[in-house]
């Protein structure tokens, strides 16, 4: 017998067959608390009216003074019984309630297993492996077409590095003299020959000036 089957009550045995549900006989505890929760309500009232009587009573009638402080203590050693019979069923309760979760649980666990194991049933790990492999080795394979397809095509076309290099910086070299040459400034052209004679020269201002002094002195003289 499986474990699952154990637990459940599985092969035919008597308490399968003829007990009670879990949740047949939680109701039936139930029942009970809620019966003795009546009868404690009943013996607290009658207490109280007992209480009440022999108050009453007092010295005024003894006897019945006494027979209602009797009565009312079998009324309460009652309800302390149904006290302890309470908090029994209660636990009990508890326990059977716990136990039917528990139950439910694991029927619930086992169901789940069954479905797992159903699942896998049609499964091979080899082919699962296979499997992998062949999603591993098509990945490779896109990756490479990808890096194929991103390259330039040069039309079967190759040329040398270093041979490409060498003539840039040939380039560079003629560019580099040709603003050297722009820069020194182009060649000189040798000018004509200047005349050795001497040209007039215009006459100063102050020269202009010192003439006039004179003529002005000349006239001053002339009339004396």
């Keep these: ?6 637990l459940f009550g599985a092969g035919g045995g008597k308490a399968g067959k003829g ?5 047949e006989a939680i109701q039936r505890l139930r029942d009970t608390e809620e019966m003795l929760s009546k009868k404690q309500e009943f013996l607290e009232k009658k207490i ?21 402080l009797k009565r009312k203590k079998r009324y309460e050693k009652q309800l302390a019984q149904i006290d302890g019979t309470l908090s029994t069923i209660e636990f009990q ?5 716990n136990a039917n979760t528990n139950t439910e649980v694991l029927k619930n666990m086992g169901y ?21 492999q062949d999603i591993a080795d098509q990945q490779e394979l896109a990756e490479e077409i990808s890096t194929a397809i991103s390259k330039p095509v040069g039309f079967g076309e190759e040329f ?24 020194s400034g182009p060649e000189t052209v040798p000018l004509p020959n200047v ?11 102050k020269k202009e000036e010192e003439d006039d002094d004179m003529k002005e002195l000349e006239n001053w003289a002339g009339t004396i």
Excluded at 1 to 6: C, D, E, N, P, Q
Excluded at 19 to 23: C, D, E, M, S, V
Aim: proline residues 5%; glycine residues 4%; without cysteine.
């Design 1 to 6: 017998m499986s474990v699952f089957g154990k």
């Design 19 to 23: 007990g009670p549900t879990p949740q």
């Design 48 to 68: 109280e009216q007992e209480l009440t009587a022999a108050k009453k009573h007092g010295t005024k009638n003894k006897r019945a003074a006494l027979q209602a």
């Design 93 to 97: 309760r508890e326990a059977l309630e």
């Design 112 to 132: 789940a297993a069954k479905a797992m194991k159903a699942a896998h049933d049609n499964m091979d790990i080899d082919k699962v492996d296979e499997l992998m």
């Design 160 to 183: 040398d590095e270093d041979e490409l290099m060498a003539e840039l910086e040939e380039l560079e070299q003629e560019e580099l003299d040709k603003n050297l040459l722009e820069i």
């Design 195 to 205: 005349p050795s004679i001497s040209l007039p020269s215009k006459p100063t201002k």
